[in-house]
């Protein structure tokens, strides 16, 4: 055996049962037949996994409250070039240290890769954990792996994006309905008059900007008949790419009166709106506070920054990783809404 702490899954191997038997037994979840429990707790006692449980439910005790086992965690973001990301990475390493229930944790950027690469990538890392976490598009691919993660016993928890696989077991972040709609809300309440709108998107498969597309327009149809929303423009995540649509925007619409960045790129995005002159022309909303957004804020150049509470959402996010309350399968995922901030250069 190697020195990395053991899983269910390990546990499960080493008996020659399933994932989910291995939860009932060890987590009282169901009764199992008693030559097969006790071939679990065999297992898990060569293995070194959860010896304190294991060894009350050998005297057919009950222990006192919900006993979480150790779980090893890993967690997958973005872009590693991203301030927000830095940030959030942070935030994740200090919760997943303090936590008493988490043994291990790795965090990775998936900087530049393919869906079929973030696939693999998962595919070889989670393997080694009880759950991973994930801020990805939504791809056929990757969710073919979170659905063999499934089935080896790792669950796979969306953060931020939601994901489509029939075995998420979570999603933690915002309401991305009323995010879109809160933005659209803005700009018509600031802007001096109706007029352009611009809009940015990172890519139309991250399911939580394209809910905020949908729900940004959705708005403007139905309450700012005066507004022109134009075709959405793609940044791709990238600082550069978001530079270069920024720049072209704001030369062929000169009559823009406001513009919704929901994608990372905000940085190069406000450079743009420096650069052009007209930052008291635009009402400008983007998300993530960040010191960028927050510069922003405090020049003029951003008006509202729709802002994730991290902590607060690495917190739920961790808690439901940790937990292994349910059974793995399909259509059980959980999902945990975190309210967003509204942050103004007043009350920052």
């Known amino acids: 055996m190697s020195n990395l702490v053991p899983t269910m899954a390990d546990v499960a191997r080493e ?21 097969t429990e006790q071939k679990v707790l065999a297992a898990a006692r060569r293995l070194n996994f959860a010896l304190g449980k294991v060894q009350a439910i050998a005297r057919n005790e009950t222990p006192a409250g919900e006993v979480l086992l150790p779980r090893r965690l890993a967690f997958f973001l973005l872009r590693h070039e991203s301030s927000f990301y830095q940030a959030l990475a942070q935030v994740l390493d200090h919760v997943a240290q303090s936590h008493a229930s988490v043994s ?43 659905d063999q993660l499934s089935a080896q016993g790792t669950q796979t928890y969306a953060l931020i994006t939601d994901l489509t696989a029939s075995t998420l077991a979570g999603y933690v972040g915002l309401d991305n309905r009323k ?11 600031l802007s001096r008059t109706p007029g352009k709108v611009g809009l940015l998107l990172g890519d139309h498969r991250f399911l939580c900007q394209e809910l905020c597309e949908i729900s940004f327009r959705s708005w403007f149809r139905e309450h700012g ?3 022109q929303v134009l ?25 823009l009166v406001g513009l919704y960045v929901s994608s990372g790129g905000v940085e190069s995005v406000m450079d743009a709106v420096r650069d052009s002159g007209r930052q008291h022309e635009l009402v400008v909303v983007c998300h ?17 920054v729709v802002a994730l509470r991290r902590e607060e959402s690495v917190k739920a996010l961790i808690d439901l990783m940790v937990s292994a309350t349910r059974e793995l399968g399909a259509g059980s995922a959980t999902s945990v809404i975190v309210p967003f901030d509204l942050v103004t250069a007043e009350n920052i």
């Open 15 to 35: 008996a020659g049962v399933s994932v989910v038997t291995v939860d009932r037994v060890l987590n009282k979840r169901a009764p199992v037949r008693p030559a």
């Open 104 to 146: 291990q944790h790795d965090i990775h950027f998936l900087d530049g890769l393919t869906p079929q690469q973030i696939a693999e990538l998962l595919l070889s890392k989670g393997h080694q954990c009880d759950a991973i976490a994930l801020v990805s598009v939504d791809h056929p691919a990757i969710n073919q792996a979170i």
């Open 179 to 189: 995010a879109g709609r809160t933005a659209a809300w803005a700009i018509s309440r």
């Open 225 to 227: 008949p005066g507004y």
């Open 231 to 255: 075709d959405t423009r793609l940044t791709l995540e990238y600082l550069a790419d978001a530079r270069k649509t920024a720049d072209q925007l704001l030369a062929e619409h000169p009559d």
């Open 288 to 304: 993530e506070l960040m010191e960028s957004t927050r510069t922003g804020l405090v020049e003029g150049v951003v008006d509202l």
